[in-house]
Every structure is written in C-alpha cells, then in structure tokens.
C-alpha cells in the first residue's frame, strides 16, 4: 500500500482525504503546509502509516481531547472480496462501523479516510521531567494514577517506567520514571494547574517548552533524525531492531506497596519497560459501543509492555521474549479482568491466535473478546455479511458466524 500516499486537505471544511500508505509524518507535515491552525488526533511514531494505525483504533497524545484518529474519522474507500470500491454510503453504517478500530485487514483494503481536522493553538505546551526511585519516584508515579485521568482534558501526560543503572551506585540498577506532556496552551497556564494538582512533580516554567503544534510533534517523535517538520517526511530510515509489544488496562490506582513490588519486578528482570498513558476527558464520554474500540469510560489507562533489543537469533529473542511474558504474569492483579482487555494495534499473538487454515468463531473469541468486548459479535456479524468466505485473514482476523449447515 505504501504507493498510495496522497493527503488532500480541504480548509475551508476542515477535513482531509489520506491515503492509507501515507506515514503520519506526511499526513501531519500536509496538514501544517496547508493551516497553522489544524492538526490531528493520531499517533506519536511519525512512520507508522496511515490504515493500519487508524483502522485499529489510533490514539495519539490529543486523545483526552479529541478521542482516537477513529473518533475523527468521516468517510472511507475501501475495495471488498468482490473487487467492488465503496465509500461509506455504498458499503452501509455496519461496514463503516468495523473500519473504525475493527482492524481493516479482517473486512477488505482499505483505500482512504476521510478524517476531520481539530483545532490547535498557535502555542501548545510540551515537558519531560524524570524521577528515580531513589528520589521519590514512587510517590510520583503513585499520584500520576489520579492526576493523569481527570486533569483538564486539553493535558495529555504519559509515564514512562524503565529498569536502567543508577545514577548514583553505578553498579546497581534502579528505576526511572518518565513523565512526558503535552498541553493545549501556555506554560504560565499549565505550571498553574500542575501546582495545583501534581505538587509532587515539582514543575517550573523551565521545564516546559513552549512551541507550535507541529514543532510539538518533532519533539514527541523523539528522534536523532527528526529535528525539523521537513523530517516528518522521511519513510527511510535504514534501521530497524527487534521488539515486542504487548498491552493491558488498568481500572484502580496500583498502590504504593504495588508499585514497589512492580519495580523490584522489572529490575530483577533487567530490560522490559512499561508505558503508561493516560485516558479520561474526551474518552469517557464516547460510547463504548460508538467504534469497535471498546475501552472507553472506566479505564484509568492503557500499559503498553515495551522491549527492544539488538541481537539477530532465537538465544535473545528467547530471553526477551521470556522477560516481557513473566512481566505481563505479575501485572495480572493490578489490570482488567474478564475479560483482561488488550489493545489490538499491539498485536500480542501470546493472548490467542486463529489456526492457519480455521475459521473458527471459538478460537477468534479468545482475542476477539479481549480487544473488543462486547462489540466482538457486531464485527463477526459485519465480517459474514462482506467476507462470508473469510477471503480476508489473519492470525487474529476476525472470524465470520458459523454456517447453520
């Protein structure tokens, strides 16, 4: 797909057609060439292209704001099993629906979107302030849990947690805490409501960055090779290592005690990191059932388990592997249960795969239910009536109603 790469903004209407081969970076270099006052609720890795990240259910650092790319969408092309190309009005609300954080690949090729531009401030706020848990980052990382979620929805805050060496007993590893902001506004006004409501993070003007919504986006996409928005339009990188994803939800603050437990975890394990990021705002008004992206009001936030690592081979990734799985066991007390939910653009093959060959509703249920909830059946139904042949599949597709023969 990654031919079809064409952005076309409309100002006037406050929209744009996006190709589902344009990486992020192009969509939001295009949107800023054409208004310094739009931008767009999608991700943060400016490489990630287009339809995957949208058609499962994309979240960026605008999300207590504006909601998932999804949330934004208003119109898409998509060609189906029979070769025929549909828009949202010829392909019918239960289609459109699925293509809207179902995972498009399970339903045809996706060819467009149709997005809505949101409105920025000419001056947005970004910071990153980091703590060890020789300084008080327990503390920190304890009151993020009931700050981050229903703080003002125009802050985005995400907490990094990473096993790294002590800076002080150079032997030793220890714990760093990461917390990085995005605000919709100034850093006088942001300071303020920190004071206020996250005295423990200990934040001054001098920390904050105040820049344009597209320099904030340079900032976030944290990169030696992105320092300027005309970066955003590189797609080759010539680098690549090996990761491992893997997702949870969390609906109750982890205490303290909890918290300590976990550090001591991820040292004695050496490598897997956690990302926190905050929901609340925006996301507990949309409807669980409005896309098929189910983890709406009720979710604190979503842990994204991260390990990277360098060594070609099955020794390391055997290790790793192994690492971010016993984390993902220990994490099992402090995250959502029945079902434990999971975030499908992760794609974690570890929580239930469909067998090569099979079409089976039982087997896609043991994913389909923990990224989907309740809305796993609509898309079963959605599948059947537009790939009632199940032509369009997976490991984690989802599977079509079993035939009443």
């Known amino acids: ?30 949107i800023w060439q054409n208004s310094k006052a739009h931008g767009f609720p999608a991700g943060v890795c400016p490489t990630v292209a287009v339809g995957g990240h949208f058609s499962g259910g994309g979240y ?52 467009s979107y149709k997005i809505k ?16 848990i020789e300084e008080d980052a327990t503390d920190v990382a304890h009151k993020w849990q009931f700050v981050a979620p229903k703080t003002d929805n125009d802050l985005f805050m995400r907490m990094l947690l ?58 976030w996409a944290n990169s ?11 797609r080759n990188l010539n680098s690549a290592n090996f990761l491992k994803r893997k997702s949870d939800y969390v609906q109750t603050p982890i205490s303290k005690d909890g ?21 609340g705002g925006r996301m507990n008004e949309i409807p669980a059932t409005d896309a098929p992206f189910p983890h709406r009001a009720g979710n604190l936030f979503k842990i994204q388990y991260s390990v990277n690592w ?7 990734e055997n290790e790793y592997l192994t690492q971010i799985r016993k984390l993902y066991s220990y994490m099992t007390p402090f995250v959502s249960k029945n079902p434990r939910s999971a975030f499908l653009n992760y794609r974690d093959l570890d929580i239930g795969v469909m067998e090569s060959g099979k079409n089976s509703y039982e087997e896609g249920s043991v994913y389909g239910f923990k990224y989907f909830k309740g809305n796993f059946d609509r898309l079963v139904k959605a599948k059947t009536a537009v790939d009632p042949e199940n032509f369009f599949r997976n490991e984690q597709s989802i599977p079509t109603l079993p035939s009443k023969a």
Not at 117 to 132: A, D, S
Not at 181 to 203: Q, T
Not at 224 to 231: G, V, Y
Not at 259 to 279: C, D, P, S
């Open 1 to 30: 797909m990654f031919n079809l790469r064409s952005v076309q903004v409309d100002v006037k209407n406050e929209s744009a057609w996006v190709q589902t081969g344009a990486t992020l970076g192009e969509l939001y270099y295009t």
């Open 60 to 111: 960026g650092n605008m999300l207590r704001k504006y909601g998932l790319a999804v949330d934004n969408v208003l119109d898409a092309q998509i060609v189906d099993v029979n070769g025929k190309l549909l828009d949202r009005k010829s392909m019918g609300e239960d289609l459109f629906w699925a293509i809207r954080g179902g995972g498009g690949a399970s339903f045809g090729v996706i060819i």
């Open 117 to 132: 531009l949101v409105l920025v401030p000419e001056i947005v706020t970004v910071f990153k302030v980091e703590r060890y």
């Open 162 to 219: 990473q096993p790294v060496t002590s800076k002080t007993k150079k032997k030793e590893k220890t714990i760093r805490v990461s917390i990085y902001a995005f605000y919709l506004g100034n850093a006088d006004a942001l300071v303020s409501l920190l004071g206020k409501e996250f005295p423990e993070l200990g934040l001054k003007k001098e920390n904050c960055n105040e820049t344009s919504w597209i320099q904030s986006v340079v900032w």
């Open 224 to 234: 030696i090779n992105i320092t300027s928005p005309k970066d955003l339009l590189d």
């Open 259 to 279: 918290l300590n437990w976990i550090f001591q975890r991820m040292i004695e394990l050496g490598k897997t990191g956690l990302v926190f990021n905050a929901y």
């Open 310 to 316: 360098q060594q070609a081979g099955s020794t390391a």
